[in-house]
């Protein structure tokens, strides 16, 4: 018998994430085989009147792939997966699997060649701003262990998470778009961390389980060239197979100059990758009051309460600062005291200080306000 936890989470991902509407089309593409809730995502995709399509993708064989592939062969697969894309008016990325670091010895090469043709021409250029989409994991037992948590424990948090009142966060998320469409000057302070740069002109975008599950941020965009200062993320990053921790950028002018981590090497060569990944393109506000902790999984770190995160590489089209990058990695910092502490000001107003907003119009944001 299925959990219902499973069925809700399917309802809620096809009637609100994506409104699926009748007649549109979606892909359902499946990272690491998960027949639960891929299931469940047909079913209810029948049950809104929509055509479900499914890709089944396998993280070893993806691995294979990647690594011996030529540059002839990943623009075709850009170009049969664009091809389908292009069909869709829908989409909902599912990842699963026990091994977040399969990929941590295909080579540095190897991976920006699949973010320039797969990552760019498919996601960034037809999925994103053309779909419906949202994107998940889904629990297991690697991200029990990631989370310091039993596997049941962890199945209990992931479903409260996911199945959070989502319509809720949405509406006391609209005081906080209103707050950054009026500001110019952002400046964060915490340990390690003096960083200041203009949010003047970039929309707000809010993020309430539509785009992901779980969700909980408000992002924005800095001016590319305003940038100045040193941020210093107190949480571990996985990107490209490679978990990376204590991460610390100094940026001048809008510039990333200086990039320190525990593989400098590594760390620079992605910096390296195109002239947009030393700029930023996304600054955003977490406030999940489920998720306190970091689990090495982006999906779940960066909608953390209290935390934010400052990301190199590709602006969002609603959100953007003119920045183009094949890469996009969001880090996050968090700034509750047991992490260190830390405040945000907009136009040298202290609007959130020690990971809890502070201004009235705010207050909903904290946590006890959302569950």
Same mark, same amino acid.
């Given at each position: 018998m299925r959990d219902p936890r499973i069925q809700t989470l399917a309802k809620n991902l096809i009637n609100y994430s994506v409104n699926l509407q009748k007649g549109e089309k979606i892909l359902i593409e499946n990272f690491g085989i998960q027949k639960e809730l891929v299931n469940a995502l047909v079913e209810e995709t029948y049950n809104a009147g929509g055509h479900p399509f499914v890709s089944l993708k396998e993280h070893e064989v993806n691995r294979s792939l990647l690594i011996g592939a030529t540059k002839e062969q990943q623009e075709l697969t850009a170009e049969f997966e664009a091809f389908v894309m292009k069909q869709m008016d829908a989409y909902i990325g599912l990842r699963a699997g026990d091994n977040i670091n399969e990929l941590s010895d295909v080579p540095d090469d190897q991976m920006a060649l699949h973010q320039k043709t797969v990552g760019t021409v498919v996601h960034r250029e037809i999925r994103v701003p053309k779909t419906k989409w949202v994107v998940l994991r889904y629990p297991s037992s690697s991200m029990a262990q990631l989370a310091k948590m039993s596997t049941a424990g962890f199945e209990d948090f992931y479903f409260n998470v996911c199945n959070l009142d989502y319509s809720k966060m949405d509406k006391a998320m609209d005081a906080l778009v209103d707050r950054m469409n009026r500001t110019d000057k952002v400046r964060i302070t915490g340990e390690g961390t003096d960083l200041t /740069?203009?949010? +003047?002109? @970039?929309? *707000? @975008? +809010?993020?309430?389980?539509? =785009? %992901?599950?779980?969700d909980g941020e408000v992002y924005t965009a800095p001016v590319k060239e305003s940038i100045n200062g040193t941020i210093t993320y107190n949480t571990s990053s996985p990107y490209q197979g490679f978990t990376f921790e204590n991460i610390q950028f100094t940026f001048e002018n809008g510039k990333i100059i200086q990039a320190n981590s525990n593989n400098n090497e590594k760390i620079n060569a992605i910096l390296n990758t195109d002239e947009g990944a030393r700029y930023i393109g996304e600054f955003a506000i977490g406030v999940n009051p489920y998720i =306190? !902790?970091?689990?090495? &999984? @982006? =999906? /779940? &770190?960066? +909608?953390? &309460?209290?935390?934010? !995160?400052?990301?190199?590489?590709?602006?969002?089209? #609603?959100?953007? #600062?003119? %920045? &183009?990058? *094949? @890469? !996009?990695?969001?880090?996050?910092?968090i700034q509750r005291p047991e992490y260190g502490g830390g405040n945000i000001y907009f136009d040298d107003e202290l609007i959130r200080e020690n990971g809890r907003f502070v201004v009235d119009d705010l207050k909903m944001l904290n946590p006890e306000n959302l569950k």
């Amino acid at each position: 018998m299925r959990d219902p936890r499973i069925q809700t989470l399917a309802k809620n991902l096809i009637n609100y994430s994506v409104n699926l509407q009748k007649g549109e089309k979606i892909l359902i593409e499946n990272f690491g085989i998960q027949k639960e809730l891929v299931n469940a995502l047909v079913e209810e995709t029948y049950n809104a009147g929509g055509h479900p399509f499914v890709s089944l993708k396998e993280h070893e064989v993806n691995r294979s792939l990647l690594i011996g592939a030529t540059k002839e062969q990943q623009e075709l697969t850009a170009e049969f997966e664009a091809f389908v894309m292009k069909q869709m008016d829908a989409y909902i990325g599912l990842r699963a699997g026990d091994n977040i670091n399969e990929l941590s010895d295909v080579p540095d090469d190897q991976m920006a060649l699949h973010q320039k043709t797969v990552g760019t021409v498919v996601h960034r250029e037809i999925r994103v701003p053309k779909t419906k989409w949202v994107v998940l994991r889904y629990p297991s037992s690697s991200m029990a262990q990631l989370a310091k948590m039993s596997t049941a424990g962890f199945e209990d948090f992931y479903f409260n998470v996911c199945n959070l009142d989502y319509s809720k966060m949405d509406k006391a998320m609209d005081a906080l778009v209103d707050r950054m469409n009026r500001t110019d000057k952002v400046r964060i302070t915490g340990e390690g961390t003096d960083l200041t /740069f203009s949010i +003047k002109d @970039i929309p *707000a @975008i +809010k993020c309430a389980g539509r =785009l %992901n599950i779980p969700d909980g941020e408000v992002y924005t965009a800095p001016v590319k060239e305003s940038i100045n200062g040193t941020i210093t993320y107190n949480t571990s990053s996985p990107y490209q197979g490679f978990t990376f921790e204590n991460i610390q950028f100094t940026f001048e002018n809008g510039k990333i100059i200086q990039a320190n981590s525990n593989n400098n090497e590594k760390i620079n060569a992605i910096l390296n990758t195109d002239e947009g990944a030393r700029y930023i393109g996304e600054f955003a506000i977490g406030v999940n009051p489920y998720i =306190l !902790h970091p689990m090495q &999984d @982006i =999906l /779940f &770190d960066e +909608k953390i &309460d209290g935390s934010f !995160h400052f990301t190199p590489g590709q602006a969002y089209e #609603n959100a953007y #600062n003119g %920045n &183009d990058s *094949a @890469i !996009h990695w969001d880090i996050v910092n968090i700034q509750r005291p047991e992490y260190g502490g830390g405040n945000i000001y907009f136009d040298d107003e202290l609007i959130r200080e020690n990971g809890r907003f502070v201004v009235d119009d705010l207050k909903m944001l904290n946590p006890e306000n959302l569950k």
